[in-house]
């Protein structure tokens, strides 16, 4: 039913909740699951990180700065889906990773819709209620396949 998962890690909580939810879709026919984190570039505070690390980046402008720490951000996230794609192959599924910067919710969108995803698997980080926060809820609206939504475990 589900051939193709998009499955949108949230890095930061480290909980991959939505894990054992796409594992046992295997045995429905779930053949691929691409795993996808997209930082937000509006949110990466990247003037901190220089003042932080001044010393290091000492003579470089700030774009060459910015370059570098969004390549090593990039390249911390791409360990870590690794080592969930790990889980995933081992479970028989194919796997692709994307690891990108940009609007989260924009971004997902386009990558589900350029992918042809069946499925898409989204975390849930509100501790109280069934509220949803502004990113899930933009990807609601525009989204075009079927959403599971996850709740990260307490």
């Known amino acids: ?54 010393e290091q980046y ?8 910015r370059a570098e720490i969004v390549k090593g951000m990039l390249k911390v996230t791409y360990k870590k889906l690794k080592e969930v794609e790990s889980k995933l192959r081992t479970t028989g599924f194919d796997t692709k990773i994307i690891v990108d910067t940009g609007t989260p919710c924009k971004k997902i969108v386009e990558i589900a819709k350029k992918e042809n995803v069946s499925l898409l698997f989204l975390e849930h980080k509100k501790k109280r209620g069934i509220n949803v926060g502004r990113t899930t809820m933009t990807v609601l609206d525009n989204i075009e396949c079927p959403v599971f939504i996850v709740k990260e475990k307490t």
Do not use: Q
Not at 31 to 53: A, M, N, S
Not at 58 to 65: I, M, S
């Open 1 to 54: 039913m589900f051939k193709k998962i998009l499955y949108a890690v949230d890095i930061e909580c480290g909980c991959y909740a939505a894990l054992p939810y796409i594992m046992k879709l295997k045995a429905s026919g779930t053949e691929e699951v691409i795993l996808v984190h997209i930082y937000d570039e509006r949110k990466i505070d990247f003037y901190w990180e220089i003042k932080y690390e001044y």
């Open 58 to 65: 000492r003579g470089k402008t700030v774009e060459e700065v």
